[in-house]
């Protein structure tokens, strides 16, 4: 087995994974280096979720490999997978996917309280990704009584909380305002940049790769040539804490 470029932080080699018997990718490779902003552009259905799931762990790609910071991730138990996502990933989806028994604090805050974090210092991060996000406001509030834009802000804090080594972000502006959509996107990038912290950022609107370094295009599960995003300037910085 071959390892991965020297220069790569996560690397994927000839993916391959069928969903319900219908293949959704077929032979993807791809890299991404250290603090680097990749964006995973494509028509809905061309296989960036599933791309994302595989990079992240949270599936098993049926051939190829994926490695994180020189280890494989692709032959981990799935045990082993979990603890992975949880002490050096964050995600964050099309969809919000908080818990509705949870305050939008805590439930930012809730990557933090899972690794042990103390309670005042997970709120207190949580708040500032929060106030970032221009949701502060709401922090003690339920998702139940938040619109859907406003529950999207909180699970794209909760994906930042902690400074996890990698975001993986599907689609995070899908179900925002064209307004919104720019500010949760120039977060991501701030944060990226920063802090260091890697981002995959799926996404099927064309502007999304205008807050990337570079761009992989997916067609039909497979990877047409990267683009190189254009410098669109020096983004906003994240907040001092984070």
């Given amino acids: 087995m071959v390892a991965p470029p020297d220069n790569d932080m996560l690397f994927a080699r000839s993916l ?6 219908s293949p959704a990718l077929l ?6 280096r250290q603090g680097e902003i990749l964006g995973v552009v494509g028509p809905r259905g061309s296989g960036k979720t599933t791309l994302l799931r595989c990079l992240s762990g949270q599936i098993a790609p049926d051939e190829g490999e994926v490695w994180f910071d020189g280890g494989r991730v692709h032959t981990l138990p799935e045990a082993a997978r979990d603890l992975l996502r949880r ?3 964050g995600w964050v989806g099309s969809e919000p996917a908080l818990l509705p028994e949870l305050t939008a604090w805590e439930n930012a805050a809730l990557p933090l309280l899972m690794r042990g974090v103390r309670p ?17 406001g709401a922090a003690r509030r339920h998702p139940g009584v938040l619109l859907l834009p406003e529950q999207q802000r909180v699970a794209v804090a909760r994906a930042l909380v902690g400074t996890p ?9 899908a179900p925002l305002h064209h307004s919104d959509r720019a500010q949760v996107l ?4 701030s ?3 920063s802090h260091g912290m890697t981002v995959v950022l799926a996404g099927s609107d064309p502007a999304t790769a ?3 370094d570079r761009t992989v295009t997916l067609r039909d599960g497979r990877t047409d040539s990267p683009v190189h995003a254009p410098d669109h300037g020096t983004p906003d910085p994240a907040p001092a804490n984070a």
């Fill in 87 to 89: 002490e050096r990933f």
């Fill in 27 to 32: 032979g993807v490779t791809v890299g991404v």
């Fill in 210 to 212: 205008g807050y990337t």
């Fill in 191 to 193: 944060a990226a940049r």
């Fill in 165 to 173: 080594a990698v975001v993986f972000a599907d689609d995070p502006a």
């Fill in 186 to 189: 120039r977060t991501l990038a």
């Fill in 120 to 136: 005042r210092a997970a709120r207190a991060e949580a708040q500032e990704w929060l106030d970032r996000l221009d949701i502060g």
């Fill in 16 to 21: 391959r994974h069928s969903l319900r018997g």
